[in-house]
């Protein structure tokens, strides 16, 4: 784990960031990016996050623990989920053991990020710990600056197309040290998703809000294709609803846009699919 030192970091993007975003990128919704403004400073105490995603050797190592059993890892949401969706015995855990493993671990619900981080003795992190992590106190687009550059990061420009090693990019490292915090997998985070949050959050150790955003968009990434935002219903659009926050971009995502350090995704704590993964975060004792 990697100590972030306390204190203030710029979070968000500011209007003239959005408006040099739309002229790279003109199949945006201009709207769907204002859940990014405005840009404001935010203090943090200190705390520890990884340096890298939690790979499949390490989520391997939970399962084989007896993690799915025990239930003092896991919050209630998170036992009826497991005890409902049953994924020991639907065979989506199946990656941890016979994927590459030092690539990051894929297929994991918010829920069963949630109860990792508990068995490991750390949390999810906030939104705003993984922000600052990935950028710094300068207001970088990018851990490593301000121009995209697709040899420093899996995104789909580098047409991989699957993820990678964690430690496959130490050239998008982020000014802290952290790797693949643009591109490969996106990541959960601790807070609940709503789009308006920044216009009233706290300047302080923000935690999210205390409930989601009922409805905040419609469509999920694979729906809409490589523009991920979806404002408008489609017929077979689902509407989410309950949302935690994902950060940080996928290797099938483009790289000018989603894998900023700003960037603001979100999905059911239930979802789960091959472009989300996570990392841990703990507070200093």
């Given at each position: 784990m990697i100590l972030i030192a306390e204190g203030l970091f710029f979070m968000g993007s500011t209007k003239q960031d959005i408006t040099n975003l739309l002229e790279l990128d003109h199949n945006i919704e201009a709207e769907r990016l204002e859940n990014e403004i405005p840009q404001h400073k935010v203090y943090l105490n200190a705390y520890l996050i990884d340096k890298y995603p939690v790979t499949n050797a390490q989520y391997k190592k939970f399962i084989e623990s007896g993690g799915y059993m025990q239930k003092t890892f896991w919050s209630d949401d998170g036992w009826q989920y497991i005890v409902q969706a049953k994924p020991l015995e639907n065979n989506e855990l199946d990656g941890a053991f016979h994927d590459q493993a030092d690539c990051p671990v894929v297929n994991i619900s918010w829920y069963e990020a949630e109860a990792f981080a508990s068995w490991a003795g750390k949390r999810l992190p906030t939104e705003a710990e993984w922000e600052k992590a990935a950028r710094g106190t300068d207001g970088r687009i990018y851990p490593w600056g301000n121009e995209f550059d697709k040899t420093r990061l899996n995104c789909a420009e580098a047409k991989i197309e699957k993820p990678t090693a964690v430690t496959k990019y130490p050239q998008g490292q982020s000014i802290y040290g952290c790797f693949d915090m643009a591109g490969n997998v996106w990541e959960w985070t601790a807070d609940w998703y709503d789009s308006q949050y920044y216009r009233y959050t706290s300047d302080k150790n923000p935690q999210g809000p205390t409930m989601a955003e009922k409805n905040p968009y419609f469509g999920r990434p694979e729906e809409v294709g490589i523009s991920i935002y979806d404002l408008k219903p489609s017929p077979t659009s689902k509407a989410l609803s309950g949302c935690k926050v994902l950060r940080g971009g996928s290797?099938?995502?483009?790289?000018?846009?989603?894998?900023?350090?700003?960037?603001?995704?979100?999905?059911?704590?239930?979802?789960?699919n091959d472009t989300i993964g996570f990392r841990c975060a703990k507070s200093p004792e």
């Open positions: 290797w099938n995502g483009s790289g000018i846009v989603h894998i900023r350090c700003s960037n603001r995704d979100y999905d059911e704590p239930t979802y789960k």
